[in-house]
Structures are given as structure tokens and as C-alpha cells.
């Protein structure tokens, strides 16, 4: 079972050391990220699209530390828009998709083959295009023969697991011209203080005992984790937690959100990383052996972690919402009572996007301390490297 010391992650020097390319520094400019994508898009020709006539449906497609992009314009668009929302990885791009529709491709290169291929045969097909990404790249180049709207990302970003924000705001900005979500600057703004708030609490220098983001690293280091968005705000947060922790914590994570994923991850509790689970057709929980000497036994098994991402507190109005708060306590009363380790994150008030935006920021810093805490650069993957290396043509 990992562990990890409370000093490592209070060691500024081992901090520097083991972070490579700066990724705490990279995601504590998130808030920048929103201010500068303000602008870029403005001079873009974004406001452009104002009073252009509402597209049909929206495609996005975007993959990797992007993929989210989708799933936050799908969350904001679904309670009022009209028009409906399809996430696509890569092609084939389905057929209905015309000139009555518009596609979105995401790439912080403008080279990712599965957006890259996206956008031009959107771009074949006649679909109004909106690309965001670097200046100058093959996305931007497609997207201007095609007479659509190419946004940069931005200068100076490594890595899309760090550049979130200047992926995301340029999409919701264009969105809301479009009339399909509403995105005014004001709550763009609360978005960007909001996410400098969490840079500031979950800073390198704040010690782990005041900091949310290394507590959590601490606690997770022992656990197979099981990520449990509430609602579908929290849903969202749930698969970038998910993600973040499998990509850059390399630590294998599962999610789920509430209420749809209640017993899916309820029934983990049975399994064997419970101190109860792994009963068997015999029904015999599993002993654990309090005199077993990890250095003669070898390393204990870690036991399962629950990570519920909460939203803000909301008045109870409707018995819907009662059932949905019963069905929260009821989930983490049963994962204490199956022994396994409950951890959480609850939103502060605010606008929707700015409720995301915190919860998705500080389990970004958290997978980003859990690297650091067990000896990995969060930037660097070995694996990853010998994957291209092994396919690249």
C-alpha cells in the first residue's frame, strides 16, 4: 500500500525537483486562462456570431486532458437550450451532421488527429466550424478554408490536462453568441476568481494540514479510489477527477454520479478492498491480520477510498430534491459502515460553471500533490513515451 509523509508534500525544494515542467505552477494560472481567453476570443471575431441564426445541433469534439470541454458545454446547454449537445472522440462523424449544424474541435496543438479529421470532414460536409487552438496549426488552417471561427489557445501551454481553461472559456464564449448556453462576462469573471481562490488555498507553500488538495493526496495515496459526482454538475467533476488521477497520479480510478451510479458503485463495497468486502459464496469476511509486519509480509492491501464530489449546498424545494439528498448520506453512511475511506469536496454558492470550476480545480492540484508525494513527475509518463515511440509512423 502507498504512503506518502506529510513532509514531502511541505518540501518546496523536492517539490520543484520532482515537477518538471512547473504543473502546480500551470494549473494555478487557470483563472488567468479564463481572463486571457476573453480576450483572444474577442479578437478572434467571436461577438461575430452574434445574431447569426442558432445552429441545429452542436457536435464537439475534442480528446485526452480536452475531452471535458464536451462534457461542461453539454452540462450548461441541457437545462434550457434548445439545441442539443453530441460529444465525438473522432470520426466517423454521424450522418445527420449538414450546414444546418455546428461543430466544435478542441486541440491545444491544433494537431490531434481525432479532432484534426473531426473538423475537416465537418468542413467537407458544409457545418459551420469553431476551432480553438494553437495559431498557425493544421485545426487552424482547416477551419479558415472552411470560412468558420478559429480561436487561439494561447501562448506559452505545455499540456491540455493544464490548460483547461483555455480551451473551455473560448467554446462557452462562442456558445453563448450563438444564443445555445448563457455565458456573460460577469460570470466569467466569478469563474476566474473563483479558480485563483483555489490556486491561492492550494498553493505549494500552504502546509498539508491547511491545504485541501494535499490532505486529499495524503488520503488517497492508501486507497483504490472511487470518484461519486452529485448531480450532474458533479458528474462532470467526477469523470475530470477520474481522468486527472488515471493520467497524471497514474493511481487506476472509477467514477460515477449521482443518482444513476448509486448501485454500481455501492456494490464495490462488497468486493475485496473493503475491510468487510470479498466475502465470497461463504459468505466469510476477509480477516486482516493485526500483527502482520509489512516488511516480512509484504505491503498491506489498500482498501477502497470513496471521493464524493459535492455541489453546493441548495434549499430543498421539491421531493425530488429531498430524495436526492437521502440518497448522498445514504451512500456515504453505507461506505462507512463497509469500512471503506470517505473523503470529500463540497462546492461553494455560486453560478453553476463557477461550482464546477471549483471542484474540477482542486482535485486537478489533489492527482497533481499524489504524483509528486509517490516519486512521479505529474508531467512525464515512461509508458506513455515508449506508446508513441511503438506507433509512431
Not at 163 to 168: C, D, H, T
Request: with cysteine; net charge negative; hydrophobic share 45%.
Amino acid at each position: 500500500m502507498a504512503m506518502i509523509e506529510d513532509a514531502l508534500l511541505d518540501d518546496l525544494s523536492r517539490l520543484a525537483a520532482v515537477d518538471s515542467q512547473d504543473t502546480l505552477r500551470a494549473l494555478a494560472t487557470a483563472g488567468a486562462q479564463v481572463r486571457e481567453a476573453i480576450t483572444l476570443a474577442r479578437e478572434g471575431g467571436v461577438d461575430r456570431l452574434t445574431g447569426q441564426e442558432r445552429p441545429r445541433s452542436v457536435l464537439v469534439a475534442s480528446l485526452g486532458g480536452s475531452a471535458v470541454v464536451g462534457d461542461v458545454l453539454d452540462l450548461l446547454a441541457e437545462p434550457g437550450s434548445p439545441v442539443p449537445v453530441t460529444i465525438r472522440r473522432n470520426l466517423p462523424l454521424p450522418g445527420w451532421v449538414g450546414p444546418l449544424d455546428l461543430v466544435v474541435a478542441v486541440s491545444l496543438s491544433g494537431r490531434a488527429p481525432g479532432p484534426l479529421a473531426v473538423a475537416a470532414e465537418a468542413a467537407r460536409r458544409g457545418a459551420f466550424l469553431v476551432t480553438v487552438g494553437a495559431a498557425q496549426s493544421p485545426l487552424a488552417a482547416v477551419c479558415e478554408r472552411a470560412r468558420g471561427l478559429h480561436i487561439d489557445a494561447g501562448r506559452g501551454r505545455t499540456s491540455s490536462r493544464t490548460s483547461l481553461w483555455s480551451l473551455a472559456a473560448p467554446v462557452l464564449i462562442a456558445a453563448d453568441r450563438l444564443g445555445i448556453v448563457d455565458m456573460s462576462d460577469d460570470v466569467l469573471a466569478q469563474v476566474a476568481d473563483r479558480l485563483d481562490e483555489v490556486a491561492e488555498t492550494c498553493r505549494p507553500s500552504s502546509e498539508s494540514f491547511v491545504n485541501p488538495a494535499k490532505g486529499l493526496a495524503l488520503q488517497l495515496a492508501e486507497t483504490v479510489p472511487v470518484v461519486l459526482g452529485e448531480g450532474d454538475l458533479g458528474g462532470v467533476a467526477a469523470h475530470r477527477a477520474a481522468s486527472m488521477l488515471s493520467r497524471t497520479a497514474r493511481l487506476p480510478a472509477t467514477y460515477g454520479a449521482l443518482p444513476d451510479a448509486a448501485s454500481q458503485i455501492v456494490a464495490t463495497f462488497d468486493g475485496p478492498f473493503t475491510a468487510g468486502g470479498g466475502q465470497g459464496v461463504l459468505g466469510a469476511p476477509r480477516e486482516q491480520d493485526i500483527f502482520a509486519d509489512p516488511f516480512l509480509d509484504g505491503p498491506a492491501q489498500p482498501t477502497l477510498g470513496l471521493l464524493m464530489l459535492r455541489d453546493a449546498p441548495q434549499q430543498i424545494a421539491t421531493p425530488e430534491d429531498a430524495d436526492r439528498a437521502g440518497l448522498v448520506d445514504g451512500v456515504i453512511t453505507t461506505a462507512e459502515h463497509a469500512g471503506v475511506r470517505v473523503m470529500s469536496v463540497t462546492a461553494q454558492q455560486g453560478p453553476s460553471l463557477v461550482r464546477l470550476a471549483e471542484l474540477m480545480a482542486t482535485t486537478d492540484f489533489t492527482a497533481t500533490y499524489l504524483a509528486i508525494g509517490l516519486g512521479m513527475d505529474p508531467a512525464v509518463s515512461r509508458h506513455i513515451a515508449e506508446l508513441r515511440d511503438r506507433t509512431r509512423r
